[in-house]
Structure formats: C-alpha cells, structure tokens
C-alpha cells in the first residue's frame, strides 16, 4: 500500500472516492463526473488550506482517502504564522476497510499538518470510528467545545 499527497491528476480518483461516501441522496443529486467538475473549482479555490492523501494498492487501485485542512489562527506578538489543522473526510472503500488504511492516511494527513507548524490537529468523528482515532492518540480535550 502506498499513501502518497494527492494532486490535480488525483482529482478524479478524490472526486470518486468522496461521491462513495456521500449519502445515498446526495449521489442522487449529481453524477460523479458533474461532481468531478465542481471538486476541480472548489480544490483550485482551497488548494492552500486544503490537501489529501491517497492510499493505493499497487498502480492503480484507489482505495481510501484523507483531507486535511489547515486553518489559520490570530497571531499573537513574535508569532504571525498560528496554525491548527481538521482531519476531514476519510474514507476507505468497504471492502478494504480493517486493514488499518485509514489509519494510515489519517496518520499522514496528521504528520503533514504537524509538519506545517499546526500547533493541534482535529476531528470530527462519527461515532463508530471514536476507538480509531483514540488509537492514534486523539482524545477528548476539556478546552475543545462545540456548538449545538
């Protein structure tokens, strides 16, 4: 398996893997090729907050994926460049699922916003994956709230 920074020549690879993770009504409202064409205009409005990660298994097999996004913080005297970053939109395809490719990409997605000087990384998790990412050293934070 390789997982690699995915770009422009990935956008329909990404394009498809998000549509598989889309909720049967929203695959309903547009095909994946239409919606190949609104990822290319999104990605080129938010190529600098946002990056992915592709997993593959050998050359040609697409089978997960991970986004990234890198949000800004207000800076403060003697540091302009705050940052911390959201783990987003991982998917593995089902029948790949349990052999840690997710964890993997989010490991990568995580590393790379580290590396990027984000100062934490976060996620939103559905509730069945909570125990993965507690495995890759998330956890609840007091100081982290939410909105309802």
């Known amino acids: 398996m390789e997982i690699r920074l ?7 690879d990404l394009a498809s893997l998000l549509w598989l993770h ?3 009504h929203e695959q309903a409202m547009q095909t994946v090729e239409s919606f190949a064409v609104d990822l290319a205009g999104w990605w080129a409005v938010h190529d600098g907050s946002h990056r992915a990660f592709l997993a593959r298994l050998g050359e040609s097999e697409v089978v997960g994926m991970a986004w990234v996004a890198l949000l800004p913080r207000v800076p403060r005297p003697g540091v302009l460049n705050r940052r911390s970053a959201d783990i987003q939109s991982v998917f593995v395809v089902p029948e790949h699922r349990g052999k840690r490719i997710g964890s993997a990409l989010v490991e990568a997605a995580s590393e790379h916003a580290l590396h990027l000087g984000a100062s934490r990384v976060t996620v939103h998790s559905g509730r069945l994956a909570v125990p993965v990412y507690e495995r890759l050293g998330f956890a609840p934070s007091r100081q982290l709230l939410q909105r309802e």
């Open 22 to 24: 889309a909720p049967p």
């Open 6 to 12: 995915a770009d422009r020549s990935d956008l329909g």
